[in-house]
């Protein structure tokens, strides 16, 4: 593996690998392709669309699974981060075995797994601060997660499945033990002052509220944390109820990747479908089944350890599906767009976020403002969306043909 978000070549064994060409693995770099496209199709802005056409179900179906829950729930939306940490862990099988075929160290591909992980946390922070006066040390960007459970998650990618699993095990229990234990907010606790809007309906009652927004122990390390850090003034909240500790269960959600990518070598060159669809129907039933008895919400926002087994259900579920039509039925050709920028995630990431005012701008300075309303101004965000987003990609196929990617 290249790049910490990059996919892997598939190998011929779960042994020691061969010394042979490998050949890229298809569905990853699809489902991948398919994970930074739903990213970068946030320029749509199909919300910003449902607003000038109240009331349309279709606009609102899109809508909706163009934006993150509220709270609770999931929408497809939703599973953009936790596929992107899931298809991290699936690559590093593959990682390993492709440098220590080549004579690589363990000392040496844990310092590079280190700076790996520094250049994504410092990438992270950088993306966040761009429309800030200074430094906006934050980390609950997906780079910055990522970064942060990598080298746990590499120095996992060298123990048996036993010990893979146990760390699973204890980073989800110990995770949820220590938010039940941290106290719940009381009857009085006054939630607009940390960030929570008057009327939000969102908030849990009994056991589950440990996971109420902004009043939860993942809030109060941030309190503490991010107060220690240079700011333009202090952190008293997130406005989203993000936080930082979040990497810890998004490392369980790495290991679950891990383990999809163990089963795409032990089982090469077939398909380990049985195992995906397994894995996928336990995750996303137990993710429930927490949920619905109060006992471990599922939130996205906070990243609880009911939300790691049921998105990770779902990300097994779509490994699935691209293995199933790419592996199993050959439908590949229709996978190409995907693949272009699945080979290129880290390139695609950091178009999504600095190019698109640039690209809109560009064509007003040139055509006209009004170049986007060719169809009225009511679809006037998604016009622009559009032509934003073939940008992006015809500028990720010219880096394909020119074999450029951005590695880590």
Known sequence: MQSALETPAR???????????????????????????????????????????????????????????????????????????????????????????????????????????????????????????????????????????????????????????????????????????????????????????????????????????????????????????PRSKPFLFNGGGYLTLSFIPTLGTMILGLAAGRWVRESAPGVPMKRYLMAGAIGLAAGAVLHFTGICPVVKRIWTPGWTLFSGGACFLLLAAFSWILDVKQYRKWAFPLTVIGMNSIAAYLIAHIGEEFVANSFRIHLGQGVFQIFGAGLEPLVRGLVVLTVYWVVLFWMYRKKLFIRI
């Not at 797994?113 to 960007?141: C, K, P, Y």
């Open 11 to 229: 190998e011929g064994t779960a042994a020691a690998p061969k010394l042979t060409p490998a050949v890229r693995n298809m569905a990853l770099d699809a489902y991948r392709g398919f994970v930074m496209l739903l990213m970068m199709a946030e320029v749509l802005e199909l919300s910003h669309v449902y607003r000038n056409f109240p009331g349309n179900w279709f606009w609102g179906i899109l809508a909706f699974n163009q934006t993150h829950v509220e709270w609770a729930g999931c929408s497809l939306h939703d599973l953009i981060q936790p596929s992107f940490s899931f298809l991290v862990g699936a690559a590093l099988p593959f990682s390993i075995a492709s440098r220590m075929a080549k004579g690589g160290a363990f000392g040496n591909m844990l310092a590079h797994a280190l700076r790996r992980s520094l250049i994504l946390v410092a990438l992270g922070i950088f993306l966040r601060s761009m429309h800030h006066s200074q430094t906006n040390f934050t980390f609950e960007d997906t780079l910055t997660q990522i970064g942060l459970g990598y080298p746990f998650l590499f120095l996992l990618g060298f123990k048996p499945p036993k010990w893979q699993w146990t760390a699973l095990a204890v980073i989800l229990v110990g995770y949820w033990l220590a938010w039940a234990i941290y106290p719940a907010p009381g009857p009085n606790f006054d939630y607009q002052a940390v960030g929570v809007p008057a009327g939000w309906t969102h908030n849990f009652t009994g056991f589950a509220s440990h996971w109420n927004k902004n009043s939860n122990l993942g809030q109060a390390f941030d309190v503490w944390f991010l107060n220690l850090l």
